[in-house]
């Protein structure tokens, strides 16, 4: 069965770091381009950051910028997303997505992703 599984999520105060991870069973993630989204409850689904298939593009949020980062380790089958200097305004649960093949990830929150992970709740409080 072919799936995407997040974790890496938890509780960290304000300034701490987190890393998430998005590990793919069933199917081989280095040929897909892989985003990170979250959701905070009562507002929309956002785009947090996108990473093409090794060499390509990656992109990040405006909101995120400086603090986070996107890698992928593709012997792994898994991509990563690092945060630093987390806000309580990071607190949301997110969620990693796979579409198959080379995409330039700069609209990275409007691809028709073929596979989404279940989540991983993050809160930034102290």
């Known amino acids: 069965q072919s799936q995407l599984v997040e974790s890496g999520g938890g509780l960290v105060q304000p300034g701490g770091s987190l890393r998430l991870s998005c590990a793919a069973s069933g199917f081989t993630l280095n040929v897909y381009t892989v985003g990170w989204f979250r959701q905070a409850p009562g507002k929309e689904r956002e785009g947090v950051s996108c990473i093409s298939i090794s060499g390509g593009p990656t992109n990040y949020a405006d909101s995120v910028k400086g603090r986070f980062s996107i890698s992928r380790d593709n012997a792994k089958n898994t991509v990563y997303l690092q945060m630093n200097s987390l806000k309580p305004e990071d607190t949301a649960v997110y969620y990693c997505?796979?579409?198959?093949?080379?995409?330039?990830?700069?609209?990275?929150?409007?691809?028709?992703?073929?596979?989404w992970g279940q989540g991983t709740q993050v809160t930034v409080s102290s």
């Open positions: 997505a796979a579409i198959r093949g080379y995409y330039y990830c700069s609209g990275y929150d409007r691809y028709d992703y073929n596979s």
